[in-house]
């Protein structure tokens, strides 16, 4: 019940807030609602106790990466920024990524609502008390040094390149 | 709704004892955070050769709360160009992060709120970082240029000073081997050191970082008050400037308190693994006595008979708390309320000391310009934290896997570390050498305008 409760607070907020983003005009406000979304997206993870996920989108997300954003938000004219017009024009596209990500969604409820097919029961309650579930950090550890090595260490060497190409495109002169 | 009911039930029930904690938390940290003002007022005071507040109450001992009042009386300004909602929700996210991230830290093996969370110390920094968004948005929402220039400073100075922070943290936990806070302060306990002595290196960043990160002096470029007026509070006033002062002040017990857990010992008793050293558990109550009997014989003293009466209530309250600390020492059956007490007792002290440190480098160190704080950070904090790290893990790969003497394996990695943050000074300042000399600086005769 309590996990229902929480679920449904957080993913409300999540949802309003996403939906605040692209609506607010002025960019600061968005990054506001950007940041409430990321925070109630913590909050969901933590419902489900994954803490380190939480603490991680947490210090990531909204204590490192939100803030760079704000940062840069301040650096522009605002003033000009808000006579310029606020949706791209580009419909068709967008319809169609939408269409295919609602039958996405679509798809996995259904999916997980057929008797027998146990994936996804929403919302997710857990079954184990707190106490019998695994460290959590330990637990992301030995995924990602154990069977994940590879992906892991691809996907931190894309992030070295694109660190590189970053700093070169900045730095003209090297 | 009787579901709703139910749900509310089960949840008070479930968590009475985290939520009478958190009411105390909140209810005790506003005094608290206004008698470290009083105390840092009383040693900026005595290092300048001042006797600073003395009016209110004997020795102003009651001057918080006077300031506590003047501040809620005082008239509350939003400017008319202001922002209104961000301007109304900044301090609250500054104050809402400081006091949050205090749900995970433990007073004290008996006190704290979140006892079972898996990833404490993670929990306690990221959840403090967000009090950022209250210092930025607030400089912006004033619509001030003052404030906005505060609040960029604020933001480019903490995300350069967190990663050094960050990593010196990530020292400290490759000794401890969890991210529990209870489990950080049982490994210190069992291995019997504080991880100052193993880490050094890492507790002089965190420090550091530490003290960029509550945008103190010398670091407080922020709210540097020659340059900015006050900086990203300059448009607040009465009540919600100090909420940002109870934020930053609550911010400085947060990092004293990871500084504690994770380099000092936590709630451990100096010396507590050595069995004749147990005496040292009589000097609290002996401390707390001293106190009060030196407060009885101030008292006569007081001019007005008012503070005669404060000072002497001063002197119970020492005696009273001199009176818990000794209980658990002098009676057998109230043992076990002697982990509890004194515990929290050498947590307060070990806190303490740090904030004192923090204020003494305030009353001693010039403010530094921008460029040097950047410089500092990022090229000297930040690869010494990142070489600090990784010889550190050299170190314990050679103490677990080869079984190297742990004091020699880290003394010699600390002493590597410590030749490269020399070689970094001496690059730095030939960098900085050279950039003058491109700029056509002292050493150079062309540069001399007054010739001729």
Redesign the interface.
Known sequence: ??DK?IFYVFGGIAVVSAALVVTRR?A??SA?FL?TALLATAGIFLQLRA??L???Q??LY???I???F??VI??VNLDVALQQIQFSRQKWVALLVTLALAGQVGAMLWWAGQPGKKTLPLPVSVAAP??KLP???EAVAHSLFGPYLLPFEIASLLLLVAMIGAVVMAKKKV | MPAALQATLEFLRAYAGPLIASLVIVAVLPLIAGYVVLVERKVMADMQARLGPMRVGPHGLLQPIADAVKLLLKEDIIPEKADFWIFWLAPLVSVTAAMLSMAALAFGPAFQIARDINVGILFVVGISSLGIFGIVLGGWASNSHYSLIGALRSAAQLVSYETAAGMALVSGLLLGGSLQIRTIVEEQARQGVWFIFLAPVAFFIYMVASIAETNRAPFDLPEAESELVAGYMTEYSGFRWSLYFLAEYANMIVVASVATTLFLGGWMRPFASVRWMGWVDFLPPLLALGVAGYCVYRAPRQPVPVQKLVMLGVAGLCALVALLLAVPLLLPAAFFLKAGIHGAFWFVAKVGAYIFVFMWLRFTLPRYRFDQLMRLGWYFLIPVSIVNVMALGVGLVLHWQYRVNLWLALGGTTLLTLLIALWLVWADRKREAEALQARGGPGTPAADSYAG
Do not use: D, K, R, S
């Open positions: 019940m309590l409760v002025n600061v406000h506001v940041i803490e380190f939480f603490v991680v947490i210090i909204v204590g490192g939100m803030v760079l704000v940062f301040m650096l707190a106490e460290a959590n950090a």
